[in-house]
């Protein structure tokens, strides 16, 4: 069972959204999956803040270890020398990490830092797994990879306990190879007043457009005006998820994309992204339309939603793929408009 958002309007910045700029060089790190899966009362904000500090500052150099300091700590996600300690103590006690005395770092006023294998919840209480040191060669669906420009940039500071566990959970869903941002069955922006997402518009397209949409009405995508979400989100984030996800687009942390998606007529629950909708490439006769979202008619069971899109993308094996995707779609829409 799946809930609506609800009425939850979206501001001007859907008009203002760009794609995020394919670069090649946006570095990132490793979190543990479950980290996206922690109920609200597992972690304070302060202490999740510090924990993503130490994660995306571990370094092979001091046995993968994180030496961050107070001063980075201030500057990265905005947490006072007090704060910072109450952070740590947390940590430490609920088996996040532990002080490493062993490692010579060459630093006197820092004690290096080891973020321990994740804590398995046991009852009322965690308990650290026996499975060795966090390893830098983590990979797959049992991690989530972070860009580190959210902690390099001072991106998490200001952000609520709920926010952050949003975007946590935004990443852990992120499939940007197949559905060029979250799982559209996870989370999704649309207009229920108008489930195909689109209105027809009074101009067809002429000569000048390719063979294969020549004498068709042309179609213009309806903006956003709720959010959807799915019963995992809601019973995870609760109702407040759709107040996180609008204060995340609006420190321009997310963004939505339109998608065009095929669903099995004879099985709603299998949907396919099979393409997305590029602004500005139609006009007519000169006219300035670089904010509109213009097609050609919809095939048979498909439709228009708006993806959810971390802003930040971090520079894996599934984010590459995504770019040479985007690249081609991208081509091919240029050819047809």
Sequence with gaps: ????????????LFEEDKKPKLDPKQHYFWVDRKLAYLPSDALSKKALRLYLLYARSCNPKWLVCSMASYNAALKSVGLSRTAVDIARDELLHKGFIRFRTDVKSGCFKTTPVEVLPFPALEGEGFSISQNGHRSLKNTGESVISMPSKLIDGGWLKGL?????RTLLFIYAHCRLRECLGVD??????????????VRKTNKSFG????????????????????????????????EGIYKALNH???????????????????????TEVTQEIFQG??????????????IAPLEPGDRIIWIARPRHLANN?????????????????VDIY
């Excluded at 069972?1 to 501001?11: C, E, I, N, R, T």
């Design 160 to 164: 609520s306990l709920l926010d952050l």
């Design 184 to 197: 559209c069955q996870v989370i999704h922006a649309w207009n229920r007043n108008n489930k195909k997402g």
């Design 248 to 270: 995340l687009i609006e420190r321009f942390l997310l963004i939505t994309v339109p998608v065009v998606v095929w669903t099995d007529p004879e099985d709603e629950d299998i």
């Design 281 to 294: 490439l139609v006009q007519f006769n000169g006219e300035r339309a670089e904010t509109k979202y213009r």
């Design 317 to 333: 094996t599934d984010y590459q793929k995504y770019v040479e995707r985007t690249e081609d779609e991208y081509s091919e829409a």
């Design 1 to 12: 069972m799946v809930k609506d958002a609800g009425s939850h309007l979206f501001s001007e």
């Design 207 to 238: 000569g000048g457009f390719h063979p294969s949409i020549k004498g068709k009405t042309c179609y213009e995508v309806v903006k956003p005006k709720q959010w959807w979400a799915s019963e995992q989100a809601l019973n995870l984030l609760g």
